[in-house]
């Protein structure tokens, strides 16, 4: 199956749209030069010991112990839990595009490597940011994932992660407001201004820098 299906050209444009994990206990297929890479001799992209490993790992899941024919191709919705199609035995080429096609109309479109680089780039640059207190850049990190990827049902997962970290510095900006509000009651006016000042300043395009605006204007003259 690996020399006749994989090499064939429809089958790597189907298989790109999912994530191929390739599961065999054989550790004795011995290693081939890829360019400067060197890899299983029959699995490019693998060294045995991962697909020995990946074997008791993903396959104990799927087939009763000890019972796994050999070749099974089964496709799984993007979490992993749950079953879509199985074969057991040679799939063929046009079979397995058929099957990848049919999966991928049921789950969406996924997101492609680049798009989940930029994602994961952005998301830890923010967290950098917003660690290193330059919470500016932190936020305008967290709206780039949502305004690039926000339709794509596939990014919800890194769309929800970069509204967490936004939320998480509105809510530390609220925080600041209430502080700021203390000390305006206890008579220190400049010290209220300066913390909603900042909050104003670093938190554009948050709701608490809007908040931050108004309890400024509302602020007693300083004595
Ligand atoms: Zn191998």
């Known amino acids: ?95 397995l595009c058929d099957a990848i096609k049919e999966a991928v109309k049921k789950t969406g479109a996924g997101i492609g490597r680049d798009e989940y680089k930029f994602m994961t780039e952005k998301l830890a640059k923010a967290e950098e940011a917003f660690g290193g207190n330059k919470v500016k850049d932190g936020i305008a990190a967290c709206n780039d994932v949502i305004k690039t990827f926000g339709k794509m049902p596939a990014a919800k997962p890194m769309i929800e992660k970069a509204e967490k970290k936004l939320d998480t510095a509105n809510e530390y900006g609220r925080e600041q407001i209430a502080k700021s509000k203390e000390l305006s009651t206890g008579g220190d006016i400049e010290g209220a201004k300066a913390i909603l000042k900042e909050i104003y300043a670093n938190y554009k395009g948050l709701d608490c820098s809007k908040e931050a605006e108004k309890e400024m204007a509302a602020l007693p003259k300083a004595k």
């Open 1 to 95: 199956m690996t020399s006749s299906v994989y090499p064939n050209k429809d089958v790597i444009a189907a298989s790109k749209q999912v994530v191929n994990i390739f599961c065999n206990k054989e550790d004795s297929h011995g290693t081939k030069k890829y360019g400067t890479e060197e890899w299983c001799a029959d699995n490019y992209g693998l060294k045995c010991e991962d697909h020995v490993k990946n074997h008791p790992e993903k396959s104990n899941k799927h087939f009763p112990k000890g019972t796994i024919p050999n070749p099974t191709t089964i496709l799984l919705t993007p979490d992993g839990e749950t079953e879509m199609w199985r074969k057991t035995g040679k799939a063929e080429g046009k079979e």
